[in-house]
């Protein structure tokens, strides 16, 4: 009998050696993936850095997000709807960066807070236009037949009608509220996103790992969040960054007609049509809000274009 505990000994202590090799290559496979993770945002972020015009896009981008967060600090919000007739229209000077308006307030100020304005109507619109339009995108694709069908259809008929007058007849029959524009361009944009997710997801949905999944009896709801999403990250985030510039000129280009943000709230679109009636005589009052709707839609674009160069080699030109 003692003979054969001992001879038993030795089998225990591989299964022990072999259960602690295992531990450790697990420990080892899961720093790998770490790593193979962070190597891949260093050369994305490396591939990004050598596109000259992207880096351009994306420090006008921070100074406008910087500029937008820290108003507070950097002129009191007063000045926002203050009005003062005894310097209406006057010009760029040391005291007023970018002159006064018709009512005397300062339109450095209104500028300023602007910034807030236009980005937040670009980034929220953006983030339920591609939520929104990511579920119904990936429902169509995973599902396909009468699902694929019917949404499909729907999109097809809100594209069917231009996307700003869509947006217009919404906020015509809300009525003229920043969050009414919201609504209303998150609508107008959502068959886009709907379209483009629907046929990267079609080229993922036949994967042998997705019918793996489908073979062990995996949720839909799981194998498209942890299996078909990830592998479309990279065309939804380009997707997203570029569409922000467009959801910002839309937007603009409704309050400029008065169907937009509506005062005292300042916004960029809504001060170019405050000042056309001064455009020869103080043409400031239209220069200072059209370059940052221009340097802000052209940033988002060059951000977007560096991301496709650097996520994807192939489609760079």
């Not at 000259?52 to 406008?64: A, Q, R, T, W």
């Not at 799981?222 to 959801?247: F, W």
Request: charged share 20%.
């Amino acid at each position: 009998m003692p003979l054969s505990i001992r001879a038993l000994r030795p089998s225990t202590r591989n299964k022990e050696a072999e259960t602690v090799s295992t531990k450790r290559l697990t420990n080892k496979d899961v720093v790998s993936a770490k790593g193979k993770k962070k190597s891949k945002f260093k050369e994305t972020w490396r591939r990004m850095k050598k596109n000259k015009g992207s880096m351009i896009g994306l420090v006008i981008l921070i100074i406008f997000a910087l500029a937008a967060i820290f108003a507070n600090f950097i002129s009191p919000e007063e000045l926002v709807t203050a009005q003062d007739a005894k310097i209406r229209l006057q010009p760029p000077s040391s005291e007023h960066w970018f002159g006064t308006d018709a009512f005397g307030r300062d339109v450095f100020t209104r500028v300023l807070y602007g910034s807030r304005v236009s980005l937040t109507i670009g980034f929220v619109t953006a983030l339920f236009s591609l939520l929104i339009g990511g579920v119904l995108g990936a429902m169509a694709a995973f599902y396909g037949g009468q699902v694929d069908n019917v949404i499909m259809r729907c999109m097809d008929m809100l594209t069917s009608i231009p996307s700003t007058l869509l947006a217009l007849a919404i906020v015509a029959a809300l009525g003229a509220s920043m969050t009414n524009l919201l609504i209303a361009i998150t609508i107008s944009s959502i068959p886009g996103f709907v379209r483009l997710i629907r046929s990267v997801v079609l080229t993922v949905v036949e994967m042998d790992y997705v019918e793996a999944a489908r073979a062990c009896g995996t949720r839909d709801a799981r194998i498209i969040y942890k299996h078909i999403l990830p592998n479309a990250i990279g065309t939804i985030i380009i997707q997203t960054t570029s569409s922000i510039s467009g959801m910002i000129l839309q937007a603009s280009g409704m309050s400029y007609i008065g169907m937009g943000v509506q005062p005292p709230q300042p916004e960029w679109g809504y001060m170019l049509s405050e000042s056309r009636e001064f455009m020869r005589e103080y043409p400031y009052l239209m220069i200072f809000p059209g370059i940052c709707v221009i340097l802000t839609a052209l940033s988002f674009n060059l951000v977007g274009d560096g991301l496709r160069d650097a996520l994807d080699p192939r489609l760079k030109d």
